[in-house]
Each structure stands twice: as structure tokens, then as C-alpha cells.
């Protein structure tokens, strides 16, 4: 029986993913007994996140900036892409580090059953950007699922007459596996052996 | 690679308890793609408890109100005072909502080796809301480890000379054990065999 707004600050930490009812409550325990190392470091953190939130024009990334920071990096290879279905999986391809070049988010991937076309993803952008870009690589990185496979194989043909090397994550990834909960050695082992699309 | 907002909000909710790295990136992940859903209201839960975080004059509980919502229920029996070492304890004995009084929180326990006396503790606070209060009952609700035991002690000696009922939480409490971290089963079997002070 705490006041409305502590129920709402556990509330609100309790729909995190990863955090329960029990671990919110010890969360907010810290908060408000550390109001200057924890509650006013995570409030100034999540504001500057909320006031500066944008969708890369580039790349589909979500980030603070646009060119988001990955789209920004000279260092970067801007001739491979790697495409993904969601933002969670360039995040979870970008942590692992094994990637040196950029990325295009579609959005999500084809479906029948949901009424998913092509032109409800950021395909035709993709062409676009292979097009522009001066791409010579694609890494296809689709999610092991029958949808993720047959978005793959819809951009493998739309493709097909540009002069990149086409390539999809090896297909070491266990069937109706999502990318974005894969282990870091996984996901190395899939990329490393990726292989031309036939 | 994100930017320094979104790696610094990362950061911030990686030090919660109970958060490590990669929960903590699953959380943002989850925030930036759910701004109006997720990163707004966790925003605005958070600015409404650190505008009005509080320390209870009363009970020493952190809330967003002082008198804190416990000591202002009026349904809680007035009489009926529950003695604890830190707010986290005041907490955890709140949601087993099996002690239908208001609480006392020490802020500490007596210890010989990291010097507090006590002068350090809120003990003459407590001994002014007995006389003042017409409390009748007193639970000592300390840790079940030496230095909550000595705090005990201490204070049953200081509360001797009041005409309280004095009890402690019986000792099922596993040695060693500290009450913040115990399932609320125990807790309740603790709470209902609390037994007179010898
Ligand atoms: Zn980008
Ligand atoms: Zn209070």
C-alpha cells in the first residue's frame, strides 16, 4: 500500500519485459532510496531518449539521431547491407559485432495470414538504396521461421538483376528460431557461413 | 552501437537490482519502439515520484505523500506499531498485508563494527510515539541476524518501562536470514507466532 504514484512507477516497470510484479517493486525500492545515483540519472536518461527518439530515414533503426548511429559511422562498410525483419534483430546482430556493415530494417516480413504485401515493408527503399548506394553486398537475415524464409526468397528475385552479391544467414539457425533470441555464438557461426542465395 | 542517449539509458536501467545488460537492452528495445505505450507513461511515472518523494515524518517510510499513505489510512489500527530496520523491510512485511498497524523504520541496526550507536537510529523518535501515540503494541520486526537480534534487544530494554505489549517475530526466520529477501509464507508463519519479548 504505497500512494498512486509509486503503484504507477511499479506498474509501469513491471510491463518491461524481463521484469515481473516482485522485481519492479525491489526496482522501485532502489529508486526512491537512491533518488540522486538511480531515480534522477534513469528520469534524465529517459528523457533525453524520449525527447530525441527518431526512425532512421536511412535504415529503419530506431535511434536519437537520424542518420542513426550506425548509418553515421565512417567506419562502417556502406557497401554491405544486411537486412532484418525488426529492429530487434539489427540490435541483436549489431551487439554481437560480427557485422562491420550497415543495415536495412523491412519493417517485418511477408505474411499471408496477416495480410502482409511487399509494399507494407521497406522494400522498394531497399532497391532504392542498391541502387543509389553503390551496395556490392546483401546479407539476407531473415528470421529461420517459413515467413521470414519466403520474405527472403521475395527480395532474393527482386534483386536478382543487380550486380550485388547475394547472401542469407546460413541456415545453422534451429528451425522457428527468432533471430533476436539467439546466443552471440549462434549467430557468429550463422554469419560466418553465410552462403549465395541459389 | 547506439547513441550516447539510448547507451546511457541502457546503462541506467542495467544498475536496477534484479536488471543485468541484456535485460536492460530488451527494456530499451521495448521502450523506443513503444513510445506512446511504454516510454511515456514509465516517464511520467517516474517524474511524479521524484517531484514528491518524501520521507514519512511520521514512520520514516519513502513515499510520494507525508504523513505516507500507511500512517494516513484510517483504517489502519493505530495502536499497533510494527519496528523495522529499513524502509525495503517496511515494504516487504506491507505486501503480505498481514499486519494490520502502521510501522516504525529504524533506518539501520546497532553495530559494533561500522560504528552505529543508538543516537544513529530513529529509537527516540519511536520511544516519543509510544508516549504520545497510546500505542499498545510493539513488534519488533528486525533482521534475524546478530545485529538485528542486539537491536532488539536494546529496544525491548528501552521500551521496558511502557505499558506495550512487546513482541518479536518468531523465529522461524532462517539464521542469517534477511527479511527483505524471505518468500511471504515465512513471513506469515513469522508474523502469527510472534511471541512476548522474554
Ligand atoms: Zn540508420
Ligand atoms: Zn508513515
Known sequence: MASQEIEALTGALAR???LGPR????????????R???LIPLLSALQAVEERLATCSICGNVDTVDPCAICADPRR????????????DLWALDRSRL??????VLGGRLSALEGV????????QLVRRIEADGIDEVVLAM????EGQTTAHYIAERLERYPVRLTQLAHGLPVGGELDYLD???LAQALRARRPVA
Chains 1, 2 share one sequence.
Open 143 to 146: 528470421n529461420a521461421t517459413l
Open 16 to 18: 518491461l519485459p524481463g
Open 36 to 38: 540522486e545515483g538511480a
Open 99 to 104: 557485422f562491420p556493415g550497415r543495415f536495412h
Open 117 to 124: 504485401r511487399p509494399e507494407d515493408l521497406t522494400i522498394d
Open 23 to 34: 522485481s519492479a517493486r525491489r526496482a522501485v525500492l532502489h529508486l526512491v532510496k537512491k
Open 77 to 88: 562498410d556502406a557497401r554491405s547491407l544486411c537486412v532484418v525483419e525488426e529492429v530487434a
Open 184 to 186: 552471440e555464438g549462434t
